[in-house]
């Protein structure tokens, strides 16, 4: 069962992404700087990043520290066999990858959800159909299930054991379950991580969200060794950069950092809710990175914000949706609640 509200069936999903000032400023071109940019899923406290040798910079990063990454890796992320984990620039690398391993057939996208996945596997040549519950992947011949876990935009989450039965059951007829576990370090109870290298079941984990470093770009992706070798394979000797390798093996190991972090995104969450709450927007689910909500009024609501110099997500096929990320400090929260107001 899920365990966020359902929302509207069907797709188009969301086809724009957020994060764009350059846009936001043309539209809003009185608007006030800096702007206050609510769009992305991505921690307004980023993860402290360590002074690094110079050498870091100047060399390729060697094997071994790629290696170190991915024992880092497994470990935070609950996996037992480093082996089991590919590096990437970045999941969204990944999940344009992962459709050409594959000859075209029929995906499943279980949704509303993120994109970009239905876009790359239907740019591989496969016949993408929009799913909007659960039974139907268990009940159709799908050679591929794609389901973001917790999803984006509204935080539905499917139980692990559900997931990996479904593995089980596609990898039966040779097919895969694709799980993008790009929110799961907030939520590791619903991460089937202890699970990879099952057959069938393919992991997609990124790093910039929860750790606030989303220009490092990147991301892991966790499955069986058929799998794993032609992903290195196409990634090629150097799959990420020697910065990116050292700082992101420090942040994996920092386990109370990850701890405070979690408490803080969890009570900010929180006091978001209550700030569209109190100000008539319905919350309808999230994750502590971000919260979506519905109003009939939306469309009015995003242009006063765009105007007070303040970007919230919105969504064509939705358009009573808004997504709001986190404010990062008292000026951000006072912005955001004078201009609701």
């Not at 990063?61 to 590919?86: E, K, N, Q």
């Not at 989450?157 to 059951?169: Q, S």
């Not at 006091?271 to 709450?277: A, I, S």
């Given at each position: 069962?899920?365990?966020?509200?359902?929302?509207?069936?069907g797709?188009?999903v969301?086809?724009?992404?957020?994060g764009?000032?350059?846009?936001?400023?043309?539209?809003?071109?009185?608007?006030p700087e800096?702007?206050?940019?609510?769009?992305?899923?991505i921690n307004?406290?980023?993860y402290?990043?360590?002074?690094?040798?110079?050498?870091?910079?100047?060399?390729?990063p060697?094997?071994?520290?790629?290696?170190?990454l991915?024992?880092?890796?497994a470990?935070?992320?609950?996996?037992?066999?480093?082996?089991?984990l590919?590096?990437?620039?970045?999941?969204?690398?990944?999940?344009?990858?992962?459709?050409?391993?594959?000859?075209?057939?029929?995906?499943?996208?279980?949704?509303?959800?993120?994109a970009?996945?239905?876009?790359?596997?239907?740019?591989?040549?496969?016949?993408v159909?929009?799913?909007?519950?659960?039974?139907?992947?268990?009940?159709?011949s799908w050679?591929?299930?794609?389901?973001?876990?917790?999803?984006?935009?509204?935080?539905r989450?499917?139980?692990p054991?559900?997931?990996t039965a479904?593995?089980?059951t596609?990898a039966?007829?040779?097919?895969?379950l694709?799980?993008?576990?790009?929110?799961a370090?907030?939520?590791?109870?619903?991460?089937?991580?202890a699970?990879?290298?099952?057959p069938?079941?393919?992991?997609?984990?990124?790093?910039?969200?929860?750790?606030?470093?989303?220009?490092?770009r990147l991301?892991?992706?966790?499955?069986?060794?058929?799998?794993?070798?032609?992903?290195?394979q196409a990634l090629?000797?150097?799959?990420v950069?020697?910065?990116?390798?050292?700082?992101?093996?420090?942040?994996?190991?920092?386990?109370?950092?990850?701890?405070?972090?979690?408490?803080?995104?969890?009570?900010?969450a929180?006091r978001?809710?209550?700030?569209?709450?109190?100000?008539?927007?319905?919350?309808?689910?999230?994750t502590?990175?971000?919260?979506?909500?519905?109003?009939?009024?939306?469309?009015?609501?995003?242009?006063?914000?765009?105007?007070a110099?303040?970007?919230?997500?919105?969504?064509?096929?939705?358009?009573?949706?808004?997504r709001?990320?986190?404010?990062a400090?008292?000026?951000?929260?006072?912005?955001?609640?004078?201009?609701?107001?």
């Amino acid at each position: 069962m899920s365990t966020a509200p359902a929302l509207a069936a069907g797709f188009p999903v969301v086809t724009d992404h957020g994060g764009d000032l350059g846009a936001a400023r043309l539209r809003f071109r009185d608007a006030p700087e800096p702007w206050l940019d609510l769009s992305t899923g991505i921690n307004p406290w980023p993860y402290p990043v360590p002074p690094l040798a110079p050498e870091v910079w100047q060399r390729l990063p060697d094997p071994a520290t790629i290696d170190d990454l991915t024992v880092a890796a497994a470990r935070a992320f609950g996996a037992s066999d480093p082996t089991h984990l590919v590096a990437a620039p970045g999941s969204q690398a990944l999940i344009q990858w992962l459709p050409y391993l594959r000859r075209p057939g029929r995906v499943a996208v279980l949704g509303p959800t993120y994109a970009e996945h239905a876009a790359c596997w239907t740019a591989a040549g496969h016949r993408v159909s929009p799913v909007a519950g659960t039974e139907s992947l268990y009940h159709e011949s799908w050679d591929t299930v794609v389901v973001v876990n917790p999803n984006n935009p509204d935080g539905r989450i499917v139980e692990p054991e559900r997931l990996t039965a479904l593995a089980g059951t596609l990898a039966a007829r040779g097919g895969w379950l694709v799980v993008d576990e790009a929110f799961a370090d907030l939520a590791p109870g619903a991460s089937v991580a202890a699970a990879a290298g099952l057959p069938g079941l393919i992991i997609l984990r990124s790093f910039g969200k929860f750790f606030g470093l989303a220009g490092l770009r990147l991301g892991f992706a966790l499955a069986g060794p058929a799998v794993t070798t032609r992903l290195r394979q196409a990634l090629g000797p150097w799959p990420v950069s020697g910065p990116a390798a050292v700082i992101a093996g420090r942040a994996l190991s920092d386990r109370a950092w990850i701890a405070e972090t979690r408490g803080r995104l969890s009570a900010s969450a929180n006091r978001l809710d209550r700030v569209l709450t109190a100000h008539g927007l319905t919350v309808l689910g999230g994750t502590p990175l971000f919260r979506l909500t519905r109003t009939p009024d939306a469309g009015t609501v995003f242009e006063g914000l765009g105007r007070a110099g303040i970007l919230v997500r919105r969504f064509e096929a939705h358009p009573g949706w808004l997504r709001f990320g986190l404010p990062a400090d008292a000026d951000a929260w006072h912005r955001l609640e004078m201009a609701l107001s």
